[in-house]
């Protein structure tokens, strides 16, 4: 007893159980010794010189200097274990001799790419996007990465917004699960491990609603919608211990992110209590003043640090404003403690001080990045991303001894693009990634042909080439076509107003099409795309995003059927762009569409049908999933009871296959309109052909809480549907009776 009192006594001192200095401690025994402008020096971020990822100033001289006099905190592209170390030991030149902390985008994998992060959604597999952030975590380390601007957790209901590829689609729970999936690959076993990097939830808050789905546009919403909708991932990210924030660059009813009193400082710092830092968004700081928010630079760094922004990334505005404001008594030096103590911290709990070096590692380096394990997961992840839109007649899976394939389109022997947007660390080697028709090639039989025609470039009106893609395909058994917007198209200030194949792609297909030989069509794509024709015409169409390094035998895999598809898209595929947002979540109307004929006065458009082209949740399999006898527990609930839910899923198909059963509420009544569909729950469950799976689920009224109008968060009593089924659209309904 009385060892622990000595032990509570000590902590109380800032010292830990042994004796040793707590690292709150060791911040504060460091800031005392500190000058004001070494303090903001730590909250001053640079790009390093060599590439940048958004508009970058050029006075690199000038940047190293300021690192020797301790003027600056962290660097981002900085990387390589070389490159990292000759920066620290600048640092190292410093009067405290503080360590920097080199920061990335690290968004999809690293050396080894997997796909895009919308494609990863699609797998619903939380335990491999888990994993595959682990690996990326491990080689980035490697590099000498402390740090990655990932995850994006940012809800997204507009495929216009280039970078939807980034994100986890448009639903709220599915978004906030695969959210903490990465937080927890990126951090493994915790900070300060050597295959750990800090993760950073971005972009605070609603940048996904951007007006029109133009990148850095403004949000205008309730903030009841905001609540609900779009803060919980961040919420959960900052319950689960994420390392930093990184605000938007959008504005939020009037008040940039950057400043937004309400979101960092009330919400996040406030109310959730985090620990962790917050950085600005590249130039973020700096651009208050075209937004009109702040008169100059000076009032810009001002309102910043006010409203929560704890570090500038390239703004370059917090170094030459910040110590004249607190001179000026204009902000309170605490807030400078505050936010260069939260900095300090992670510094510490990385274990840089120990040893600033500990990350750069050239062993490590070779070791453990782009190896074959992390290739073999990277092309299982591929192909469990894939998702199977349509298999009109089977088509697929493909014999390995069809005697003659065609792969035909502008991506089929591309190496680089099949990174899709963000993969940075992959400047310099296309030779290590598998193209689709190499892919495809190595897993047809010995005797069998591949043949290739491009076809057309991706985004030009040239039809030169359509005659020789045409002959091609006539040789062949089948025809692969691989087609969808460049790689380069959706992602970062990559917003489209129409969202189709681009240049002359859809005129090709059509012309293949003629020749009337069986079409398995792939389409690349980081948003979803609107191909109407496609759907309506070619009989088997998979969904294949960008897949990253093993992009070809990921592919290959589901095309010859070694893997069963399973994906489901995270994001409602809409019929024209003029029907966006489209998404499964929204509220019934006073009058809503009963079918999709009777149009009049009811909340319709007079021209196009309510539902999405392919509604969110929706995937097919080779192989056939039926869904029956589903069971509750009771079908009247009072208080804080749990409901039990079964549900019989049998595979009555040809093949072993994986199915995401889904589970969805509707909550009739409410003081606030409720959506007709809400996500509550999912499972992915692997069933051979021929078995049958009881899937289970259940719910609290945990799980039926919501933001009224005064933002109070609970939940109401009254009667519920509960749904489950393949996907949002074809559910199985069961009502239920919850009282309070
Ligand atoms: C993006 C961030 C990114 C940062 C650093 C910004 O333009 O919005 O998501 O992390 O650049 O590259």
Known sequence: MKRVYFLLAFSAFGWNAYGQKTIDQKVAELLSKMTLEEKVGQMVQYSGFEYATGPQHSNSAAVLEEIKKGKVGSMLNVAGSEETRSFQKLAMQSRLKIPLLFGQDVIHGYRTTFPVNLGQAASWDLGMIEKSERIAATEAAAYGIHWTFAPMVD???????????????????LGTKIGLARIKGFQGRGLGSLDAVMACAKHFAAYGAAVGGRDYNSVDMSLRQLNETYLPPFKAAAEAGVATFMNSFNDINGIPATANQYIQRDLLKGKWNYKGFVVSDWGSIGEMVPHGYAKDFNEAAERAIQGGSDMDMESRVYMAELPKLVKEGKVDAKLIDDAAGRILTKKFEMGLFDDPYRFSNEKRQKEQTDNQENRKFGREFGAKSIVLLKNQGNILPLSKTTKTVALIGPFGKETVANHGFWSIAFKDDNQRIVSQFDGIKNQLDKNSTLLYAKGCNVDDQDKTQFAEAVETAKKAVVVIMTLGEGHAMSGEAKSRSTIGFTGVQEDLLKEIAKTGKPIILMINAGRPLIFNWAADNIPTIMYTWWLGTEAGNSIADVLFGTVNPGGKLPMSFPRTEGQIPVYYNHYNTGRPAKNNTDRNYVSAYIDLDNDPKYPFGYGLSYTDFKYS???????????????????????????????????????????????VKELKGFQKVFIKKGESKKVEFKLTPEDLKFFDDNLNFDWEGGEFDIMIGTNSQNVQTKRISWSK
């Open 629 to 675: 006898d589903m069971v509750l527990s009771s079908a009247s609930l009072t208080g804080n009871q749990a409901l039990n839910i079964s549900v019989t899923v049998s595979n009555t198909g040809k093949y072993d296959g994986e199915e995401v059963v889904q589970l969805y509420i509707r909550d009739l009544f409410g003081k606030v309109v409720r959506p």
């Open 155 to 173: 809800i997204a209901r507009d495929p216009r917004w280039g970078r939807v590829m980034e994100g986890s689609g448009e639903d709220t729970y």
